[in-house]
């Protein structure tokens, strides 16, 4: 799903002038940082741009099109020179007192657009009035409010663009997924830039064990419930985890901005695992271990190839895992380790925001 920054224009990008109307070049200035930011913005994180705004009286005789349409046109190319472009701009014509649906903070003028499907609870409203809040509020998303004046019901507010590009830049990568089938019912949410805390409950108390493992050694947060069909055994609901997982970790990564892209070898007493990893978005599993016995705690030794297939073909990623010891217990869960090892590696974000591939995308 798309996550989206919904920007105002005057007072916002451009100073206001006294008389509201941007209507020539002379009256054309941005805001300090304000081009800076927006770069930094567009070329280190995932969300989109889309420009909202009310221009008053737009296309009557007292401001007509082409008056608007010169400063308007130079702003945008003047962004477009630093990387800067908005998806969509959405301006609203009409005046405060005809309680237009479509005026901010109503949201008509944005159906179209929220049918893409976007991650609401992601996105945020930019702007320099209180109808900019309110519209957050309508939408059902959060809120920077540009003003020196702290409001309540902003996450934010500040009148330094270069906050805001920083504060944008460090919100967390999270993302929830749920799955209801008629075998099993799955409920996960993770944080990529976490410390490691989980809270699992699946029912297989050994799965429970190696999901541990792969949140604290990940240094990934991970909240997941499952019930499933255990009655029956515990094939449907092993596999249905390690997709919901991976789907949770693909929508997570995003565009894959910046990450290692790439990860680990890890000893556990006699044994040796070694889980290899590519978030390129193609997926693979290549599986080098072997199980004497039939069962590794509550559950089958089968199931463990099948789990990493799973996420691997959710995550879009491609994993390698050769492991070798006597003891199976400490066997797998040299694995799940590795494993967790091998994500934080390969999710970790650098200050290149560059995604690590010379075809520009994954």
Not at 79 to 99: M, P, Q, W, Y
Not at 152 to 176: C, F, M, N, Q
Not at 268 to 289: I, K, T
Request: aromatic share 8%.
């Amino acid at each position: 799903m798309i996550k989206t920054l919904f920007i105002d224009r005057d007072g916002t990008i451009l100073k206001e002038p006294a008389d509201e109307q941007i209507d020539s070049l002379e009256k054309l200035e941005f805001l300090p940082g304000v081009i800076c930011a927006l770069s930094a913005i567009t070329r280190d994180t995932d969300f989109e741009l889309v420009m909202v705004t009310n221009q008053d009286g737009l296309g009557t005789q007292a401001f007509s099109e082409n008056d608007f349409l010169l400063p308007h046109e130079k702003m945008l190319a003047i962004l477009k020179g630093e990387g800067v472009t908005f998806a969509e701009i959405f301006i609203d014509r009409s005046f405060e007192s005809d309680n237009s649906p479509y005026r901010k903070p109503g949201t008509a003028m944005l159906t179209r657009y929220l049918a893409k499907g976007i991650d609401l609870d992601s996105s945020f409203v930019i702007g320099d009035r209180l109808t900019d809040i309110a519209l957050a509020g309508n939408l059902g998303c959060r809120s920077i409010y540009v003003s020196d004046i702290p409001d309540d019901g902003a996450d934010l507010s500040t009148t330094s663009w270069e906050e805001i590009a920083r504060y944008l830049k460090k919100i967390p990568r999270r993302a929830a997924v749920s799955r209801k089938t008629n075998e099993t019912m799955i409920d996960v949410s993770v944080n990529l830039d976490g410390t490691g805390n989980s809270n699992i409950d699946t029912g297989i108390g050994f799965l429970d064990h190696m999901l541990d493992q792969v949140a604290r050694h990940g240094n990934i947060d991970i909240d997941l419930k499952a019930e499933g069909d255990l009655r029956v055994d515990a094939h449907h609901l092993t596999e249905d985890v390690a997709l919901v997982l991976g789907e949770a970790f693909n929508r997570a990564l995003g565009s894959r901005k910046g990450i290692g892209r790439y990860g680990f070898t890890l000893p556990m007493d006699e044994s040796l695992a070694q889980v290899v990893l590519d978030f390129g978005g193609r997926p693979w599993l290549n599986w080098d271990v072997s199980y004497r016995s039939e069962r590794v705690g509550n559950i089958p030794s089968e199931m463990f190839s099948h789990f990493f297939r799973s996420f691997s073909d959710n995550a879009k990623c491609n994993i390698h895992i050769s492991a070798a010891g006597e003891n199976e217990h400490h066997k797998t869960e040299a694995i799940f380790k590795a494993f967790g090892k091998a994500l934080k590696t390969a999710v970790t974000a650098s200050e290149n925001s560059k995604i690590q591939s010379t075809k520009g995308q994954l």
